[in-house]
Nanobody, 128 residues
Framework: QVQLVESGGGSVQSGGSLRLSCTAS????????MGWFRQAPGKEREAVAA????????FYADSVKGRFVVSRDNVKNTVYLQMNSLKPEDTAMYYC?????????????????????WGQGTQVTVSS
């Protein structure tokens, strides 16, 4: 059974940083393209970042480009999301996601419907 477990969320002031981690079990991470999505109360779910199995392809939402960095360590079976220069509008539940299959470009990678595996989420709260 594939499980994704996020950690690293918390509360931080505007301008601060957090690093989220997502550890996979029940599967070798190198088999999965991974991504991060977020959802704030009353708002639609939003793609944050996506990374292919070997890190050859990486995409970011425009809202986080230049501030967030997604990376992965397939040996540790872990994906990371380094979040810098955090803003109050980054406040949300952050979800780690994974999917098998071929890399099919950013539109597929940044669409939540294409992911088979989801973590339980970790809360990020940014205060002004």
């Amino acid at each position: 059974q594939v499980q994704l477990v996020e950690s690293g969320g918390g509360s931080v002031q505007s301008g601060g940083s957090l690093r989220l981690s997502c550890t996979a079990s029940g599967i070798t991470l190198s088999m999965l393209h991974m991504g991060w999505f977020r959802q704030a109360p009353g708002k639609e779910r939003e793609a944050v970042a996506a990374i292919s199995t070997s890190s050859s392809y990486i995409f970011y939402a425009d809202s986080v480009k230049g501030r967030f960095v997604v990376s992965r360590d397939n040996v540790k079976n872990t994906v990371y999301l380094q979040m810098n220069s955090l803003k109050p509008e980054d406040t949300a539940m952050y979800y780690c996601v994974g999917r098998r299959g071929l890399w099919s470009g950013s539109q597929v990678a940044m669409n939540a419907d294409n992911y088979n595996y989801w973590g339980q989420g970790t809360q990020v709260t940014v205060s002004s």
